[in-house]
């Protein structure tokens, strides 16, 4: 793989971090910035973070839900905000990401190191998006605009974040430096948590297959992104963290949104399956500590046991759902022939 730099990206990060260790000191020195000021910065930092795990990764690159335009158009414009590329863009390295993870065609993967995976890897990303890989989300206009525009999108989306904070509480130079720089570094350093640190820090839950791992702590950090040994073993779901009391703001957001009417299509792994993948990554681990022969085999063969009648009841569920859409089927199949009726009946066909 070729290690030619990507400059526009390698000067940007590198170029806002210097920016920040020579100017926040200096504005520190000089001015306070108010309360209320540093909180809505923060609350820019949660809500661009949101607007990339709810929009860029569970809609675009995973497709786990569907969503009204209006919505697409706000996760968009913070997306924007967020400045980590087009969606398309982002899209097509999550894929990526998803497809080989841990080997040399992961863009972002750990093998390389905790901070290749944390920053470096984009310094090196000379690759061009792969059309087949994002096929779909070429096809929709507004994400096909936001990445033709990218640079303005995202200069466009950050100069009216800040004008309107330093609007607000007027003050347009403590908003420059807060709502725009100081949150983007927040930003971008959680977000990147996600690449690095939950592969890295946690538990596997659900599988060894990949490093990916689940932590509370890290899911704190990046809006719910934490269960990501669960998320790389059910990337369709549109759940990270499954549990009630998982912290995962993006799985509220969406099946708050579908209550309202403006999500449909919610993706869900079915509870038997992920209970069998919760018993069979848990059998395998004891069976590497267990010293016992006699235990081992007994682990192994209840475990054996259950998942054998998970799947049955899996499939049991599926058979329930087939009678559901026969019985459905029928009813639109009668209703077809009523209408056909009364078309006839009624003479409404023109000649
Ligand atoms: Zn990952
Ligand atoms: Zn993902």
């Known amino acids: 793989m070729s290690k030619k730099v990507c400059w526009p990206v390698f000067l940007y990060i590198s170029g806002y971090h210097l920016f920040l260790a020579i100017a926040l000191p200096i504005y520190l020195m000089n001015y306070t910035p108010s309360l209320g000021l540093v909180l809505t910065s923060l609350l820019l930092v949660f809500v661009s973070g949101m607007a990339i795990t709810t929009g860029y990764h569970r809609l675009y690159s995973h497709t786990c839900y569907k969503t009204h335009p209006i919505i697409e158009a ?26 080989f993870v841990d080997t040399d065609k992961d863009p972002y993967t750990v093998k390389k190191g905790m901070w290749h995976a944390h920053i470096l890897w984009m310094f090196f990303r000379t690759t061009p998006i792969d059309p087949k890989i ?23 989306a950050n100069v009216l974040s800040f004008v309107a904070v330093g609007s607000f509480f007027k003050d347009y130079l403590g908003a420059f430096m807060f709502a725009w720089w100081v949150r983007l570094f927040l930003l971008h350093h959680t977000t990147w948590c996600i690449n690095s640190l939950a592969h890295y820090w946690g538990s596997q839950n659900y599988s060894k297959e990949h490093t990916a791992v689940d932590n509370y702590l890290i899911s704190l950090l990046t809006y719910g992104e934490g269960y990501h040994n669960y998320h790389h073993t059910f990337a369709y779901d549109y759940r990270n963290g499954i549990r009630w009391y998982h912290f995962d703001p993006a799985k509220w957001l969406i099946w708050t949104l579908n209550k309202l009417g403006l999500a449909h299509d919610l993706k869900r792994v079915n ?3 992920i209970t069998r993948a919760l018993i069979l990554q848990h059998k395998e681990e004891l069976i590497q500590h267990l010293r016992d022969p006699f235990y081992s085999k007994k682990v192994s063969e209840i475990a054996e046991n259950l998942s054998q009648k998970l799947i049955q009841l899996q499939a049991m569920l599926d058979r329930a759902q087939i009678r559901t859409l026969k019985k459905s089927l029928k009813e639109d199949w009668r209703e077809w022939k009523r209408i056909l009726k009364t078309i006839q009946k009624e003479s409404l066909l023109q000649t």
């Open 134 to 156: 994002v096929s779909d989300l070429s096809k929709n206009k507004m994400v096909a605009f936001q990445h033709k525009y990218y640079v303005w999108c995202m200069i466009g």
């Open 271 to 273: 509870n038997y399956r």
């Open 74 to 99: 706000i996760l968009l414009f913070f997306g924007s905000v967020a400045t980590q590329g087009s969606a398309l863009r982002w899209a097509n390295d999550h894929r990526l990401h998803h497809a």
